[in-house]
């Protein structure tokens, strides 16, 4: 009974602990998911980093290389693909013909209120709604040039914390587990090294996932020469990390492109269609052989993930709660596979 | 105890790598390995203290891997008989199936007297191999050297043991052959 007790007693103080350490986490927000998205720029670099560690480099000199290697590259794509970027981005901010969006949006009122007319709907005022969002946008802009500098940090701050990261995580990991009593140590020690597998297979398939789907959709809107293509491909890569969410606001930013642009409705299913297929391709071709199997998240957790995310996090949150939740899964599944292997009395 | 505490804060890390290496230098699975492949070694080594009494692993949990005696004494013994199998002292290993294989650990294993462990663990052994794969294979050849030669003597072991049972055997037939006539 004494014993069941104390149980009791340690699982509501792990529990208060846990709690404690999610709301500490919750008030230093802005530093968790700057560590998140490092820890996950460092799990995509890692095998890179191993591989040139094979070839006779230390630890650190690796590290140094690829990230020599990496801003080349990066350095090279981006004089190439500036000036048609920037024009696509450009066209975006000033090319958002008005007058044309105003009309469209009369047409989808008027069908609306035809198709709604039983619900006693006679007008929705969308047009309207979207002038004044325009307004707010132009007073956002301000606002926006302050977020810029945060911005900047953090694209300093992201790359340097996963240089440490990739660097000192072995030396980081040995010495946590330095700190375990000699009972439970073989077991964490085997916990750690699961878990570090799992969810950087994990991350690296969502990724390599991700940046598949975006050079298929942009090439499907290439095609159908959709206007601002790349920017739409890539944020459909970047939207499908979130699971039933992404995949179709990727779709309805297409179509709606398409229907304000050239007003024809047949090239919209087309699109649409486009957009079936490279999702089609992603479930039969790609994630099976992409995705870790082991994690698969029921539908309900994954809204309820999703909403958490936002709710805390905003946008980010939204795109790094089901990542975070599959890496938490896959190691609450090991701990419970290898704790049973163990005597703990 | 205020002694041993001093003790341990004056001895420094490097006085610690220096009695790891001539620990390391004694092992047959270490052996012809450089300086620098060595150090290699002992970045990826856990060093644990036990009191005397304490469990190191108990039979049937999983292998994580083998440990080398930097110094005191440990007993290896079989749970349910409580047969000891073996003492081992400063310079010894054990567990190192655990570094090849996914099956449970086949004793248990306590400290007798304080001692000093250098752990030598598989996950970080399968690290080794990914980003330092020349040392990986040199230690891993190593290792086979030794189980083979354990092996070996298991097999003589085993063969001579058959040869006694025969003869045995052969001599129990001669008896029983011989009383068979008497009675007859």
Do not use: C
């Not at chain 1, 230093?28 to 040139?52: E, H, M, N, Q």
């Not at chain 1, 492109?257 to 649409?272: C, N, Q, R």
């Not at chain 2, 001539?22 to 300086?35: D, H, M, R, S, V």
């Not at chain 2, 996950?123 to 230690?139: F, N």
């Amino acid at each position: 009974m004494r014993k069941s007790n104390n149980r009791w007693k340690k699982i509501a103080l792990g529990g208060a602990i846990g709690l404690a350490v999610l709301g500490f986490l919750v008030l230093i927000g802005d530093l968790v998911k700057l560590f998140i998205i490092s820890a996950i720029l460092a799990y995509l670099l890692d095998p890179l980093v191993t591989s040139l560690e094979g070839r006779g480099l230390n630890r650190l000199q690796a590290t140094a290389t690829l990230y020599i290697l990496l801003s080349m590259v990066l350095g090279g794509l981006l004089f190439l693909l500036m000036p048609a970027l920037a024009s696509e981005f450009q066209a975006l901010q000033t090319g958002l013909d008005i007058e044309k969006t105003m009309t469209f949006l009369d047409k989808v009122e008027k069908l609306i209120v035809s198709w709604l007319k039983f619900l006693g709907i006679r007008n929705l005022n969308l047009s309207q709604k979207f002038g004044q969002a325009m307004v707010d946008y132009g007073n956002q802009v301000f606002s926006n040039l302050l977020s810029v500098v945060t911005l900047i940090t953090n694209l300093v701050l992201i790359p340097l914390m996963a240089f440490f990261l990739l660097k000192d995580w072995r030396a980081i990991k040995k010495r946590l587990i330095s700190l375990v009593p000699n009972r439970y140590f073989e077991f964490v020690l085997i916990l750690i090294y699961k878990i570090d597998q799992q969810t950087g297979r994990y991350i690296r398939g969502q990724v390599l996932d991700a940046i598949i789907i975006g050079i298929l959709a942009t090439f499907a809107l290439w095609l159908l020469e959709v206007r601002y293509f790349v920017v739409i491909g890539a944020f459909t890569g970047v939207a499908n990390l979130i699971p039933y969410v992404g995949p179709i606001s990727g779709a309805i930013l297409a179509i709606s492109v398409t229907l304000i642009e050239t007003g024809d409705f047949i090239h919209a299913v087309y699109v649409a269609i486009a957009f079936s297929i490279v999702e089609l391709a992603d479930k039969a071709l790609v994630q099976p052989n992409v995705v870790a199997k082991a994690v698969n998240l029921p539908p309900l957790l994954i809204i309820v993930v999703i909403i958490i995310g936002g709710k805390f996090f905003g946008v980010l949150g939204m795109l790094l709660s089901v990542p975070v939740t599959g890496a938490l899964k896959v190691s609450l599944q090991e701990g419970y596979k290898i704790f049973r292997q163990y005597r703990f009395s | 105890m205020i002694d041993s505490f001093w003790g341990n804060i004056f001895r420094g890390p490097d006085k610690e790598k220096e009695n790891i290496r001539k620990t390391l230098k004694k092992i047959p699975i270490f052996e012809g390995l450089t300086k620098k492949e060595l150090a290699a070694v002992e970045r990826i080594l856990h060093r644990r203290e036990y009191k005397s009494g304490e469990i190191i692993f108990y039979q049937g949990e999983p292998a994580a891997g083998m440990y080398i005696i930097e110094q005191g004494k440990v007993k290896v013994y079989l749970e349910a008989t409580q047969q000891v199998l073996v003492e081992l002292h400063d310079g010894d290993f054990f567990g190192e199936l655990g570094l090849l294989d996914d099956s449970p650990r086949s004793a248990t294993v306590i400290a007798t007297m304080d001692s000093t462990m250098l752990g030598l663990f598989k996950t970080d052994l399968l690290e080794l191999i990914s980003h330092s794969p020349r040392l990986g294979v040199k230690i891993i050849l190593q290792l086979s050297t030794v189980l083979g030669r354990r092996l070996r003597k298991s097999n003589d072991q085993v063969q001579a043991l058959q040869v006694k049972l025969h003869t045995l055997t052969q001599k129990r037939k001669a008896n029983a052959g011989k009383t068979d006539a008497k009675e007859q």
